[in-house]
Structure formats: structure tokens, C-alpha cells
């Protein structure tokens, strides 16, 4: 069964940082694709970053230059380090996997950037 469980999510004000942590299980974590969604109040789902298989990184242009994702395929674990945190980057992160033709999702975890 495959199981994401994200952690790391919180108040933080504005120009801070954060980093948020997806636990993997239930497939072979380095042979596919991560990615980092999130859902701003109000908003529709935005597509932050992008783990491809091959190890590459592909980020949103609001992502870019202050998100980084990064893996441990010891722990199978995907983690995305947020720098320079602004208020709108507040919203619900979740991490999602394209597996055996499915999309799977975790709970998500709440980043709240605020004064």
C-alpha cells in the first residue's frame, strides 16, 4: 500500500524559513517521480517542484531560486526546503506520486507565513 505522510508545516513570518519532510512507503521510492503540490486558500492545486526519476529538478517560477526539493532513498524520504518564506506562499503542501497508474497524495501539511 503506498502511504505519503507529510510532516514540517507551520507559522513562520515573512523572509523565514521552513522545511517540509514526506515519508514514502509502499513502492520503490527511487524509481519514480515526486512532486510537491500545494493549495493556497481559495486557490486551485499549484504544481511546486518536480523530482523526476532520473534525479532531476524542475521547479514553478514562484519556487524557483528559494524552494529546494532533495531525497534519501535510505529513508524514503522527499523533503522540500523553503527559503524567504512570503505570505503567499501560505497554503496546504502535499506530496504526490504517479504510481501504477495512480495518484497518490498524503494528508498534507499546513505553511502559514505571517506577521
Known amino acids: 500500500e503506498v502511504q505519503l505522510v507529510e510532516s514540517g508545516g507551520g507559522l513562520v513570518q515573512p523572509g523565514g524559513s521552513l522545511t517540509l519532510s514526506c515519508a514514502a512507503s509502499g513502492f520503490t521510492f527511487d524509481s519514480y517521480a515526486m512532486n510537491w503540490v500545494r493549495q493556497a486558500p481559495g486557490k486551485g492545486l499549484e504544481l511546486v517542484t518536480h523530482?523526476?526519476?532520473?534525479?532531476?529538478?524542475i521547479y514553478a517560477d514562484s519556487a524557483q531560486g528559494r524552494f529546494t526539493i532533495s531525497r534519501d532513498t535510505l529513508s524514503n524520504t522527499v523533503y522540500l526546503q523553503m527559503n524567504n518564506l512570503q505570505p503567499d506562499d501560505t497554503a496546504v503542501y502535499y506530496c504526490?506520486?504517479?504510481?501504477?497508474?495512480?495518484?497518490?497524495w498524503g494528508q498534507g501539511t499546513q505553511v502559514t507565513v505571517s506577521s
Open positions: 523530482f523526476t526519476s532520473g534525479g532531476s529538478r
Open positions: 504526490n506520486v504517479q504510481y501504477s497508474g495512480s495518484s497518490y
